[in-house]
């Protein structure tokens, strides 16, 4: 991604961020993440390749930054604080 992009993002991201990290709707465990059997409890026709495609390192969850990317490419709901 070019910087001009991450810089035009990054205030995207962070307005969202306090949307979804205070949605205990999906982060049952709350421990700031949403894993898929958490997002598909929610969301049951999210599939496993929209996840996959949103976890962009890999580790079997959603962090903050991926979590404001799916909001930011509408995967996501934007959720009440």
Known sequence: M?????????????????????DAAIDANGDGNYSF???????????VDEFTMLDSNGDGLLDADEIA???????LPVMDG
């Not at 910087?3 to 995207?12: D, E, I």
């Not at 059997?37 to 599939?47: A, I």
């Not at 990317?69 to 995967?75: A, D, R, T, W």
């Open 37 to 47: 059997p958490e997002l598909q409890v929610v969301m049951p026709d999210v599939t």
């Open 2 to 22: 070019k910087p001009r992009n991450v810089l035009l993002l990054l205030p995207l991201c962070l307005l969202a961020l306090p949307a979804v990290a205070q």
């Open 69 to 75: 990317v799916g909001i930011e490419v509408e995967l």
